[in-house]
């Protein structure tokens, strides 16, 4: 088999095996949406949960923050998303497709062919990628809000909040897990991009001439996560925006680029974004946003800010790719030959351990029964009698289940069990009462193969 994935071979496992579902597919599907299934939302959570530990349980100057998605209006104009979150579009007058003007061959933009069916393009117009609702009953242009188009303003808006109820001191950090919306002109890659995402930012605030160190210190840190999270680390690359992309308020950028099947593609951001955005907060509230040094005499200043963005749907998507594998198993001459199998870490796979009794007869299926009652106080666990063994290890293979415990007869007579490793395929005999000890010792120990 290839050892090349396919988006394609993603995308259709993920239907298959309930990881992701296009949204509203009964009705033909919405462009932009997705829908989590019962093993993708368990994935997704598990992702969550392995970042917000990294951020908040592991630094003990991080807090977390939930904020909400609305919020005034003029928290936009600050930032400036209002007047400078634009892509430039343009639209073929003949085949009716819409282009960013920045992702067409630059031949096309300067004699206006479409790159499709050579039909004439529009010219250039900006588009601002946040949408627009109504909040209240009379819809007159008064009640103009936003669906927030990123999570870090709910952080900044809230920094003296935190900063006073916490009693925080320099340097400390924020950290959100939230949904933020784009009216994305070009929606594709699956759910690399799509409108409606989920972001895990952490905004660090720091004493104004410390920003570098912290800089790096952060981009130390993010790319440690990843070995921790057991990536390929051959498949990451650091990205450093040069003058012509970096962004109006900021003073460096790095991002972190996986090797997605469609190529390197940004995963994550590390910005010092200097302290425009409490400038500009204070600026438009009216509002002390001031950091009072009670160590240094009082001094009062505005912090800097050090942001760490990373996509959850997008770190989703890499751990799907990441895990991918077909496999020749064997030489039957069949079906059975090949397997296709994601090699999860263990505390990301939505099933930990799937129960499997040989037989549903004398009593074996009982026993299962019995024992993943056991074992899902400590592990998610799943239960299938149903088709041969090989096929149903095959079935637990393909959504990366690591573990797999079989009940057969001589369970009855001396109470073992089978535990298979879904990586190397190996069994092994664990006594009963051993089972769940075996199993956390081995998720301790776990290296991918």
């Known amino acids: 088999m290839s050892d090349t994935v396919t988006m394609d071979q993603i995308v259709s496992l993920c239907k298959r095996r309930g990881f992701v579902f296009q949204s509203s597919e009964i009705y033909g599907g919405q462009a932009g949406a997705w829908d989590y299934g019962p093993n993708g939302i368990e994935l997704k959570n598990r992702i969550a949960q392995f970042w917000w530990k990294e951020m908040t349980q592991l630094h003990d100057n991080i807090v977390g923050l939930d904020a909400a998605i609305l919020m005034h209006p003029r928290v936009w104009e600050a930032s400036g998303h209002v007047e400078n979150f634009t892509d430039p579009l343009v639209d073929c007058k003949k085949c009716k497709t819409r282009f960013r003007a920045d992702q067409i061959p630059e031949e096309s933009l300067k004699t206006k062919t479409c790159p499709e069916c050579g039909g004439e393009l529009t010219d250039v117009r900006k588009f601002n990628l946040m949408f627009k609702t109504n909040i209240g009953p009379v819809e007159d242009g008064s009640g103009l809000i936003y669906l927030r188009p990123e999570t870090a303003q709910g952080i900044y808006v809230n920094f003296k909040n935190v900063l006073q109820s916490n009693r925080m001191k320099l340097p400390f950090g924020i950290a959100q897990i939230g949904k933020a919306f784009r009216n994305e002109i070009v929606t594709k890659n699956f759910i690399f991009r799509s409108c409606e995402f989920e972001q895990m930012e952490m905004q660090f605030f720091v004493k104004p001439g410390t ?161 993943r009652s056991e074992l899902k106080e400590d592990f998610v666990t799943d239960y299938d009698q149903s088709g041969a063994i090989g096929r149903r290890y095959r079935r637990q293979d393909e959504i990366g289940t690591p573990y797999c415990v079989t009940i057969d007869y001589q369970s009855k007579e001396d109470h073992t069990v089978t535990l298979r490793d879904r990586d190397s395929m190996e069994q092994i005999r664990v006594p009963r009462d051993k089972l769940s000890l075996a199993i956390r010792e081995k998720m301790k120990s776990y290296k991918r193969v």
């Open 211 to 371: 920003d570098e160190e912290w800089f790096e210190y952060w981009r130390e840190q993010r790319w440690n996560y990843y070995k921790k999270m057991g990536i390929r680390m051959d498949k990451l690359r650091w990205h450093r925006h040069g003058p012509e992309e970096l962004a109006f308020y900021a003073k460096d950028a790095y991002d972190i680029e996986y090797e997605f099947p469609m190529g390197f593609k940004e995963l994550e951001g590390v910005h010092n974004r200097t302290n425009y955005d409490l400038t500009r907060h204070q600026q438009f509230s009216g509002k002390d946003l001031q950091y009072i040094d009670q160590d240094n005499g009082n001094e009062r200043y505005l912090p800097w800010v050090i942001e760490t963005s990373a996509g959850l749907t997008r770190e989703l998507l890499m751990v799907l790719c990441d895990a991918y594998e077909e496999q020749k198993v064997a030489d039957k001459g069949n079906e059975d030959d090949y397997r296709t199998v994601l090699h999860f870490n263990p505390i990301f796979a939505p099933v930990t351990v799937a129960v499997l009794p040989l037989m549903k007869k004398d009593g074996l299926a009982e026993l299962a029964q019995d024992i």
